[in-house]
Structures are given as structure tokens and as C-alpha cells.
């Protein structure tokens, strides 16, 4: 047996497996067995971590399929979510802010409030990286997007309108997996509704498509910004609702709320 939570923001859901009890274990086959929709618990990915008396963690992502993530704004929420479900249930003293250490370094959320079961959080995502411009040769066509790094790669497609679900499936995994990124990255089309609004599709790496994306709004709200006359602090609308992205002059801010719907073992034969 593992000791496994979930929870999710806005619809892209997380697995919360404690490091000590993947030990030993394979981590990109066990996140594949417990991501499975239908053969495991089901995920967009799995968060080893640890936590310290404090109330701050250490996170290590590996998504559904198996392959490492270097951050996940939902994901990072989500066990900030966590922890203070963590130690609501311990009866330790509350906390308002829990940092979290991610292999995009440390990431600090602010607990805006709680209510129904569900926490929000103003979380520092620290400051955009590598912020250009460019057309790329996607399957014989032309696509102009904007490329940074947001703690992870990202590439943000500006259109008029959100694709079609066959364009969309077609030209995600094709951004996603373009040779320009070595890495592989995460992939938004976002359309800007109105200067302080954006809405947005989503291709994760490792993932395919999801229902929302924290990192993915914030390299939408600033690709935005940056190449479509949009504003600094912006509402970001995916499918599985909206998140607010401030870009500051000190950084990027994100908020929005997560829950945690489970706590228990997973019977696992790996």
C-alpha cells in the first residue's frame, strides 16, 4: 500500500504520494499505474513530497506519462492545499503562507481564504524568462507564437479563435513535441477578449490536454501582454475556469483556489 492524496485546481488534478514511500520504487512507472483513468486512481501527474514543522514542502512532479515536470502552478497549490489540510487535521497552529521547494526553485503562496473545502491562494511565481517571438513550421503551416519560460517551457499561440478539437489535438502535439524545444513544452492558444480577459486552451506537456493550467495562464496573460496589447493584471479563462495573473515589476502572481477531494492508500503490485 501507498498513502496517496488528490487534489485538483480548477479541474487539473494531482496525485500526493509522501517521497519516503516511493523509495526504491521506478517513479515514472508507479505516476503512470496511479495517473491511469481507468486502471489506477486517475491524474494529469503525481507530487512526491516532503514537509518540514514549519509548514514548508519539497515537491518533485513527474507527469501522467511518466516524464519529469519542473513546475506546476495548479500542482504547486494543490499541495500548498495540502499541507494545511495536513495540519488543520493534526490540530497544529494555522499558517498564511506556505513555501514550497520546486525544481524551479522556492515558490511562496499567500492564503487568501478558505471556504467550502476549497483554499485560494496568491501565489509568487517568480519572473518570466526568455520572452521572444517567432514562426514556426508546424506540419507545413506557418504558426506565430510566443515562446518563455515560465518555471517550465512554454509556447503560447495568439489567434482570433480557439481551434476546433481536431485542430487543436493536431497542432498541440505538434508545438509540444517540436524540435525547436529539446525539452519538449507546454502549449496555450489563447484568444484576448478584452484587455484585462483572456481565454485560452491547453496542451500540457507529458499530459495532452487539460482542464487548466496555472503556469499556462501566466505565459498566456504575459504573451498577452507582451505581443497583443493586453494588460498586467489579467483574468485568465480556461475550461475549467478562470485564475488571475498580475505581472509586476517584481514578478508574476497567480491566484486561485484547490482542493483536495482524497486522502487514503493506493494497492499497488509494482
Known amino acids: 500500500m501507498i498513502a496517496v492524496a488528490k487534489a485538483h485546481a480548477y479541474g487539473n488534478d494531482f496525485l500526493f504520494v509522501p517521497a519516503d514511500q516511493a523509495e526504491g520504487r ?33 515537491m518533485k512532479l513527474i507527469n501522467a506519462d511518466g516524464s519529469p515536470s519542473e513546475l506546476s502552478g495548479n500542482g504547486v497549490r494543490c499541495l500548498a492545499a495540502l499541507v494545511l489540510q495536513q495540519r488543520r487535521a493534526a490540530g497544529l497552529a494555522p499558517i498564511t503562507e506556505v513555501r514550497v521547494d520546486t525544481d524551479a526553485g522556492w515558490k511562496t503562496l499567500g492564503l487568501i481564504g478558505r471556504q467550502n473545502g476549497r483554499y485560494t491562494f496568491r501565489a509568487a511565481m517568480g519572473q518570466p524568462e526568455r520572452i521572444a517571438e517567432e514562426t514556426l513550421d508546424v506540419d507545413g503551416e506557418a504558426v506565430r507564437v510566443s515562446t518563455l519560460a515560465m518555471g517550465n517551457p512554454q509556447c503560447v499561440s495568439i489567434v482570433r479563435e480557439l481551434p476546433d478539437l481536431a485542430r487543436f489535438n493536431r497542432l498541440g502535439l505538434a508545438l509540444a513535441t517540436h524540435p525547436r524545444f529539446t525539452a519538449g513544452t507546454n502549449v496555450e492558444f489563447a484568444v484576448v477578449e478584452a484587455p484585462d480577459r483572456v481565454r485560452i486552451l491547453i496542451w500540457e506537456r507529458g499530459v495532452g490536454p487539460t482542464m487548466a493550467s496555472g503556469t499556462g495562464a501566466c505565459a498566456s496573460a504575459i504573451a498577452a501582454a ?43 503490485t509494482i
Open 26 to 58: 521506478a517513479l515514472d512507472e508507479l505516476s503512470r499505474r496511479l495517473c491511469a483513468r481507468h486502471t489506477g486512481i486517475g491524474g494529469d501527474g503525481v507530487i512526491y513530497y516532503t514537509t518540514a514543522a514549519d509548514g514548508s514542502a519539497r
Open 226 to 268: 507582451a505581443h497583443a496589447g493586453a494588460a498586467r493584471d489579467i483574468e485568465v479563462i480556461a475550461p475549467g475556469g478562470t485564475q488571475r495573473v498580475e505581472w509586476r515589476e517584481e514578478g508574476v502572481f497567480l491566484t486561485g483556489w484547490a482542493e483536495v477531494v482524497l486522502d487514503g492508500h493506493a494497492l499497488l
